[in-house]
């Protein structure tokens, strides 16, 4: 059955450096999402992605954040310069179509930890 | 803004007792409801969802029932398993608009059951 990736499953940095979060969704998936969780806190959407650009974001979506398909398979989450409140357990999701029933398939998660 | 209100957790219940994990929602318009079950280290995978008024979606033995005059989407289970130990996050897909399919989740349930 296929399923969403991501890599690594966990990541260490210190405060100010740059991570990159990967993901490979489902392949013929079109719509495709970052959510992050910050441990004991709920699921927070990030971003959605179609078409090769972004659709919708939340606030937390800063301009430390980007996303990108640089190759028709990987999705990342790039965080510019990662802060304290960046560690989460980041989810990868993505679904082939928006109506009706459709449902988003999640990766394993990465999770960050920043020092 | 959509919102998802769990019921606080965590729930320890013995193998075989009956389960009830309340959900309630705040959104305009009839939002898609799903839950979402994350086992011990995996993902989130879904459990069951409903995309109109009066629908009930199962699986595993789970149910939970769209309720539109209640805005609530409540889980439960009539028999539960060891097996079924793991976090349970009610969610909410916006109706149409100018959604890309973004989930709104809650907090989260930890459930333990003990032989």
């Known amino acids: 059955e296929p399923e969403v990736t991501q890599t690594p499953s966990h990541q260490v940095t210190q405060m100010g450096q740059e991570v990159i979060l990967r993901c490979v969704p489902i392949s013929n998936h079109l719509y495709f999402y970052w959510y992050r969780q910050i441990l004991g806190q709920k699921v927070e959407f990030l971003v959605s992605f179609y078409n090769n650009e972004i659709s919708e974001k939340s606030e937390i979506f800063d301009d430390q954040f980007s996303v990108e398909r640089p190759d028709g398979s990987n999705f990342t989450l790039k965080i510019r310069s990662t802060k304290l409140e960046d560690s989460a357990m980041y989810f990868c999701a993505s679904t082939p179509r928006l109506a009706g029933r459709a449902e988003q398939f999640f990766g394993p998660g990465t999770r960050l930890t920043v020092l | ?115």
Not at chain 2, 60 to 76: D, N, P, Q, V
Not at chain 2, 93 to 110: C, D, E, N, P, V
Request: glycine fraction near 12%; charged fraction near 15%; proline fraction near 3%.
């Open chain 2, 1 to 115: 803004g959509d919102s998802v209100t769990q019921m606080e957790g965590p729930v320890t219940l013995s193998e075989e007792a009956c389960l009830t994990i309340n959900c309630t929602y705040t959104a305009t318009g009839y939002p898609s409801l799903f839950w979402y079950v994350q086992y011990p280290g995996e993902g989130l995978q879904l459990l069951l969802k409903a995309t109109k008024a009066d629908d009930k979606g199962s699986n595993k033995g789970f149910e939970a029932t769209y309720r539109k005059e209640t805005t609530s989407f409540h889980l439960e289970k009539g028999s539960v398993q060891v097996s079924d130990s793991a976090v349970y996050f009610c969610a909410l897909r916006a109706a149409g608009g100018t959604s890309y399919g973004k989930l709104t989740f809650g907090q989260g349930t930890i459930l333990t059951v003990h032989p």
